[in-house]
């Protein structure tokens, strides 16, 4: 059973912090959400969180020395008994501090299928309307495990749809987001599990933890 923090961005809706939410309800995610962390009061998905009752803190790296912010962030975690971190719209760089207390136990969903359209300043829109500038047929979403850059970590799955002539940002958006809920959750049950192991920088999934059995790549 996991006990998570979920790190949010100023920007984002939480859809999947509330994905998260309710795939621990219905059973499909053996975890708890023991708190909600963002920079800003008033971001959406905080706004939400509070509203639904979730243990809500902010840790605002505008009011903190930068030295500081990786310990004020791990104090934070400790506080609320935190094993595990997901990246649901969290649009700064993981404090190295943080990244070192939580080794492989920090995941990420980026809206691309990396290594493409990655790193600083590609989230959300910015990353569909790259995707269809460059006219790539096929996009999708990635969970990866979080290291001290951006969006360059050990991947964990990958879902693709299709890209459409017709397409707009916000229609691929629309298209690739049920499944980053998904897959979200599902790569948190893995870890939840145990079954996620990394031979370098590829992940693999064993197939019978119990037995410490055979490994597989992921579909
Ligand atoms: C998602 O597209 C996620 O992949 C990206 O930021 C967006 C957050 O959306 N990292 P939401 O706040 O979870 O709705």
Redesign the pocket.
């Known amino acids: 059973m996991l006990a998570l923090a979920v790190f949010?961005?100023t920007k984002?809706?939480?859809?999947?912090?509330f994905a998260l939410r309710d795939a621990i309800e219905a059973g499909r995610l053996a975890a708890s959400i023991a708190v909600v962390i963002g920079t800003r009061a008033e971001a959406p998905?905080l706004v939400r969180a509070r509203a639904a009752g979730l243990s809500v803190r902010i840790v605002d790296p505008q009011t903190i020395h930068p030295e500081e912010y990786g310990a004020a962030l791990l104090a934070t975690l400790k506080d609320a008994g935190t094993d595990t971190i997901a990246?649901?719209?969290f649009l700064r760089r993981v404090p190295p501090l943080v990244v070192q207390a939580f080794p492989h136990r920090i995941v990420?969903?980026?809206?691309s299928l990396l290594p493409l359209f990655g790193g600083k300043g590609m989230?959300?829109e910015h990353v569909h309307r790259a995707v269809l500038e460059y006219g790539v047929k096929v996009s999708g979403?990635t969970v990866h495990f979080v290291d001290e850059a951006y969006d360059t970590g050990p991947i964990i799955a990958q879902r693709s749809v299709p890209v459409w002539d017709t397409d707009t940002p916000e229609t691929l958006?629309a298209r690739i987001?049920p499944l980053?809920h998904a897959l979200l959750a599902e790569s948190l049950q893995l870890l939840a599990e145990g079954r996620l192991t990394l031979n370098g920088r590829v992940v693999r999934v064993l197939t019978d933890a119990a037995a410490g059995g055979t490994e597989s790549r992921m579909p």
């Not at 984002?12 to 912090?17: A, D, E, T, V």
Request: aromatic share 4%; with cysteine.
């Open positions: 949010v961005g984002g809706r939480g859809s999947n912090l998905a990246l649901a719209g990420n969903i980026h809206p989230y959300g979403c958006a987001l980053e």
